[in-house]
Structures are given as C-alpha cells and as structure tokens.
C-alpha cells in the first residue's frame, strides 16, 4: 500500500514550508476545543453587559505539544475581526517586562513600536489606533514617555489607561502563552499579573486567557493572582477525538497545495486509521506525520508506504521523547520514583508527596532538589499534577499518550524502550492513568 509522489515545484514551496516550520506553524485545520471557545465567548459576553465578569480570567492548561499555543492563536483569529473585542497576545516573558507589556498592549491597539519610547507625542502622530482607540488626553499633555512613567512608578494600569483613550463598548482578550514562565521576583509582574486575573485595570475591560503548563495555576498564585482564578477549574488540553483528528487528515490529503489527488479511498483510510492509531490523537505527533510526510514528498522518493509512514511517526516519537527525558536531570529522584513504584505497583496513580518522601528520608534529597526534578519532569511532560494540584497529595500522571504508552506497556519496544531504559529506567514500569 503506498501513495505515489506527484509533486510539482509549486507543490515542493508548500510542503517545504510545513517541514521547516515543523511546530510552530498554525494547523491549516483548526479543530474541537469547543469547550474553551464557550466558556470564553460566554465569559466575554458578562464582561460585556455587566462591565465585569464573575471571573476576569480562564486558564488553560497540557503538557507540551497539546495545543494550548494553537488555541490562543484561534482565539486571536476569531476576535481579531470582532468589532468591540481586541486581541492582545503576548508571552508569559512579556509579563516579566512591563514596558514590554505596555508596548505589546498598545501595539494591539494600533499604536507602533515607538510608542513606549519616544519622547514627545509628536512622536505618535498619524500612527493610528484601531477600533476607533486613539491615544489620550494624559498621554497627550505628559512629556514623559510610558516607559519613562513606569519608571517613576506609576502603576502599569494606570500609564495605559491614561494613554489609550478606549470607548466603553470596547472590551481586551489578554491572551498570555507560556504563562507558567511569569517569574515571581518582579514586583511590578504582581502589578500586572494580579490585576489581569482580578479585573482591576481602571476603565479597561480586560477579560485574560492565561495558558501553560499543569503548574501555570501554581505560578500564578506565586505571584499574588488570586485564587478565584487559581483556584478555579482550568480547561486541559491533551488528545483530540477521533473525528477530529480525522477532519485535519482529510484536509491535509486534499489540500490543494500540497498536490495529493487520485489516491485510491481504501489507501486513505488506511494511512488514516495507522495515524490516528499510533498517534493516538495527539496534536504533536499528528502534526509529526503530517511534517514527515511532506519531508518524504520533497525529498524526491518515488512512493510513500504505509511502512515508512508509520515507521516516521515512530522516529519521531522516539527522538521526542529521547530529548523530553534527556531534558530531566532525574538523579536520584528516579530511585524514589522507582522504589515507589514497587510498592505501589505498575498502574497504580501515586503522590507527588509519597515520591518526595522516599527522595528524602531514603535518599537524603534536599527539598529544594526534590523541587528541581519534579518541576522539570512538569516542564518536559514525564508527568503532570492533576486538577488538585494545592493538596499535598498531588498526583502524578504521565500525560501525553502515547509516552504513557510506551512507558507502561513498551508496546512499541524495541528502539524506544532501549532509549528510555538507557536515560531513566525507572520510567519504565511508570503508572498508566486515565
Ligand atoms: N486543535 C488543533 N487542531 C489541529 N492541529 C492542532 C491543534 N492543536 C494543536 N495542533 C497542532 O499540534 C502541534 C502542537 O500544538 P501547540 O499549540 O504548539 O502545542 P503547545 O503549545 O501545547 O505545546 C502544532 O503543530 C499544531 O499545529
Ligand atoms: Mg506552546
């Protein structure tokens, strides 16, 4: 079973893009989250009639590659044409810098880069605000720049709410990715953060879409967002349905650019079904098999087989999963993991605290270690906490699938599971859950 290439110069452009971009390009299908889109819809529309939600803010959060970045950049599309909602998107980095925050944020609104450096408002005129925001009055009359005003501590809020002059209809999407890298040592960071999550911005109406990793809620309590927001349920972001999935595969298949046709119907639905199978809809490794394939296609082969793509999909996940575990520094940490486990049993769930405990007592790990590996292993994706993450008894999952896959039964041993044993055998027998 096979698909013959076909693939023209023009055809070569388009497929040469999807390799390169690899996982940052945007899905040319976005699909499902359909939960988050209303939970963020309905929320907007409170703020819009009572000028203040319950909840000024929503967290997302997944391991790597489960598409928080991807439902952001959907968020920003869907609004970028709304005509009373502004999208501002920006990084958790962003968050460390306020003037960078007070740029980003006034960029949304159509004002350039300049704007936080210039020295008169001279400077700014004729560039043009959007959604009929123009700059303001304090703004106008101030010799001092934004970022000359914060730093004479002026609080970030109040430096945008006196620059921008935004009609009252006007509501701001602060969509923050990467918001578990917010570091909780700058003082005026607490400013912004806090305020983005409790809606206190003076007349702004900010409603704020925080994502990042299972520990995003724990970094933003760190740094003083309360815990109405923190505290709250987030959405989780892992695996796509099935149909889902399938509707990016038929999109990929028939996109006219990548120059697939007269495939046989019973040939599709093979690849489909291997794909969806071993990448047991997970948005990454789909997006792994679609890149793979695009490789083959420009590297001249005259055929693909449903071998070589499945044997793609398992390269790929190999490597992945070699550089997620090369990326923890297990030591010993992985003693306790493993002793652990031997107690408990393959498959069992366990604590983050039960691990913590051996890694001490037994192993003579300092807390601050313990800390280390265990932030890490959340960072990578080797596990994540659950929605309980405040409680002592934290449990620890490995989130991505098929990782767990492999981890817990080996079912693709060979290759992958020599790799792992070599970094972290431990890993090995590490508990399937969910
Ligand atoms: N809802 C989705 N529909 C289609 N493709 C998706 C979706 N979510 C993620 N992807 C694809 O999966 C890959 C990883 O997604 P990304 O948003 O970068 O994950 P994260 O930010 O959680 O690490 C990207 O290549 C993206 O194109
Ligand atoms: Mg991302």
């Known amino acids: 079973m ?61 391991p790597p590659g489960s598409g928080k970045t991807s439902v952001l950049r959907e968020l920003r599309n869907t609004y970028i044409h709304s ?34 450096h210039g020295t008169t408002q001279k400077a700014y005129q004729g560039t043009l605000g959007i959604k009929g925001i ?49 570091r909780a040592t700058y003082e005026d960071l607490n400013d912004i953060a806090i305020s983005l999550g409790d809606g206190e911005t003076g007349q702004l109406k900010v409603f704020t879409v925080f994502s990042g990793l299972s520990d995003t809620r724990q970094k933003l309590s760190d740094v003083g967002v309360s815990p109405r ?63 793979g394939i695009a490789g083959e296609l420009v590297s001249g ?32 940490y992985g003693e306790a993991l493993t002793e652990c486990l031997r107690q408990r049993g393959t498959g069992e769930t366990f604590t983050a605290y039960e691990v913590k405990d051996i890694a001490k007592t037994k192993f003579g790990m300092t807390n601050e270690r313990i800390d280390t590996v265990f932030h890490q292993c959340i960072h990578c994706g080797v596990f994540e906490v659950d929605d309980q993450y405040e409680k002592v008894k934290r449990h620890l999952q490995v989130p991505i699938p098929s990782l ?16 792992l044993r070599d970094r972290c055998r431990h890993l090995l027998s590490a508990p399937c859950h969910g």
């Open 404 to 419: 767990r896959t492999h981890l817990s039964t080996g079912r693709d041993r060979k290759k992958t599971i020599e790799l």
């Open 134 to 182: 123009t700059l303001g009055v304090g703004y106008g009359s101030s010799k001092l720049t934004p970022v000359e005003r914060l730093q004479t501590g002026e609080p970030v809020w109040s430096v945008l709410n006196n620059c921008l002059e935004v009609p009252s209809d006007k509501l701001f999407i602060v969509l923050i990715d990467e918001a578990q890298r917010v």
């Open 83 to 116: 005509e009373d909602v502004l999208p501002v998107h920006l990084t958790g980095n962003h968050l460390n810098h306020p003037s960078q925050f007070v740029g980003t944020f006034a960029e949304s609104c159509g004002f350039g880069n300049n704007f936080v």
């Open 2 to 62: 096979h698909i013959e290439n076909n693939v023209t110069d023009r055809n070569r452009e388009a497929l040469d893009s999807l390799v390169r971009k690899g996982d940052r390009r945007e899905p040319f299908l976005f699909v499902g989250r359909d939960a988050v889109f209303e939970d963020v819809e309905k929320q907007l529309w409170e703020l819009r009639e009572a000028g203040r939600s319950l909840d000024n803010a929503h967290v997302i959060e997944g």
């Open 301 to 332: 082969t005259p055929r693909i087989t449903l071998e070589r793509v499945l044997e793609i999909g398992h390269e790929f996940r190999v490597d992945h999963y070699e550089d997620v575990l090369d990326r923890v520094d297990f030591g010993e």
């Open 229 to 291: 927001i923190t505290g709250s349920k987030p959405s989780r972001l892992s695996t796509l349905q099935e149909s889902e999935v399938q509707l990016v595969l038929d999109e990929f298949w028939s996109h006219s650019q990548f120059g697939f046709h007269d495939i046989p119907a019973n040939t599709l639905a093979a690849f489909n079904q291997a794909i969806i199978e071993t990448s047991e809809c997970y948005p990454r490794h789909l997006q792994a098999y679609m890149r």
